[in-house]
């Protein structure tokens, strides 16, 4: 029986309190909004390589700029940083209301907005990781708040895209992103709220290309860092992207609506949810090296079992455990990284751990989408899943070979 009193035991802090509940509202609306894109952009063009030319923007500016941005997050004040990529991502959400709401959307617009969305992010996302140290006092307590982390972006994922299906076959997809855009307000709120304790940064004077080539051989010099990060970029380039085909297997595949398709990204959020309480309920990050490689084995064969379903409970199902072994993959992993990592280099490191999750999706992003249009929805999830399990099976003598820091 889960003890819900200890897997909650890190928001006994006030900081992370206050995040996680501002950054759990904002991130249904976030979910939301990914979503309306998603029908939208499907509706508008019916092409499953365009639904992978936007995954792709939002991802490039991650891929390209994180690595810089980390060094700058190593320097800078991490909670003022987040102030400024909230307010910014509002913006983005009330221009992409105001424009579809007028009629005035065009697929160039959402292509421009999608490139500034992902370079907010390719900031925000390294600045997010690397401070939930700062509002974490007690190190043992790391792990738990990165596997609420989880816990709270997948409670989102279940929520978001299930309203949004609703709200959009009734009201249509500029609702979706007015809400969203007002969401922003929760966690700008909490940010404020917080009482942050000034922390050491590196010193400004240093160039920021030495630090760059510093992190770099720090992150990959360091083989159990390296080989989490190889095995977490491999599925991020092969398996995550295949939500950005849900669309096309929702509407061609399972003959639904918008409605199957808040229900199938739904279904992948009760999984990863599941995943989520399995890691914060775990005492220490003992067995990580075991755990790492086994979850994206799942994740894969969850993908290729999906990949020939064409009932909707059973499709349902199937991304259920995908959803399970692809967050156990994602919260293991950046636990392992964090608890390996110096914390004067912690912002580098996350920037590649970012790099890895969401730039390695921009190529996927295309890849899929390419795959599909020419080979079918199907096949091409099968191939994602088949690579996923290959990449556990290889990866998996490498990570248990993991020093001991990594327990």
Not at 82 to 95: D, E, K, N, P, S
Not at 207 to 221: N, R, S
Not at 327 to 339: D, E, G, H, K, P
Request: a positive charge; proline letters at 2%; aromatic letters at 12%.
């Amino acid at each position: 029986m889960l003890d819900f009193k200890f897997i909650l035991r890190t928001l006994k802090y006030r900081n992370y309190r206050l995040f996680f509940y501002g950054q759990g509202i904002s991130l249904i609306g976030t979910w939301m909004q990914g979503v309306a894109i998603s029908w939208m952009v499907y509706r508008l063009t019916h092409s499953a390589f365009l639904l992978g030319v936007i995954g792709a923007t939002v991802q490039i500016p991650t891929f390209l700029f994180t690595p810089f941005f980390g060094v700058l997050v190593d320097r800078w004040n991490r909670r003022r940083i987040l102030l400024v990529t909230q307010i910014l991502a509002m913006t983005q959400a009330f221009i992409l209301t105001i424009l579809t709401i007028t009629g005035n959307i065009t697929i160039w617009q959402i292509i421009a907005l999608s490139i500034f969305l992902g370079a907010v992010n390719a900031f925000d996302m390294p600045t997010r990781q690397s401070f939930v140290v700062e509002m974490v006092d007690r190190r043992d307590d790391l792990g738990n708040a990165i596997a609420l982390n989880s816990l709270m972006f997948n409670s989102a994922r279940l929520l978001g895209p299930a309203i949004a299906g609703v709200i959009v076959a009734i009201a249509g997809e500029g609702i979706c992103f007015f809400l969203n855009g007002v969401s922003y307000f929760a966690i700008i709120l909490a940010l404020l709220k917080m009482k942050i304790e000034p922390r050491k940064t590196q010193g400004q004077d240093s160039h920021l290309l030495k630090d760059l080539k510093e992190g770099f051989a720090y992150t990959f010099g360091f083989a159990p860092i390296r080989n989490v990060l190889l095995l977490f970029a491999l599925v991020n380039l092969m398996g995550v992207s295949y939500s950005v085909l849900m669309p096309v297997f929702a509407k061609e595949i399972l003959g639904g609506g918008p409605h199957t398709f808040g229900f199938l990204i739904s279904a992948i959020g009760v999984g990863a949810l599941m995943g989520a309480f399995y890691v914060a309920s775990r005492k220490d990050t003992h067995g990580l090296k075991k755990i790492i490689p086994s979850a994206a084995g799942i994740f894969g064969i969850g993908l290729v079992a999906f990949s020939f379903s064409r009932i909707l409970w059973l499709s349902l199902l199937l991304l259920m455990i995908a959803g399970f072994g692809l967050m156990v993959q994602i919260a293991s992993s950046n636990t392992a990284l964090q608890v390996l990592t110096d914390d004067d280099k912690r912002g580098r490191v996350m920037s590649f751990y970012t790099m890895a999750f969401m730039g390695m999706v921009t190529f996927g992003s295309l890849l899929v989408g390419g795959l599909a249009s020419r080979i079918g929805t199907p096949n091409t999830l099968f191939i994602s899943g088949a690579s996923c399990i290959l990449g556990a099976l290889f990866f998996a003598r490498k990570i248990s070979s993991m020093s001991k820091r990594m327990v």
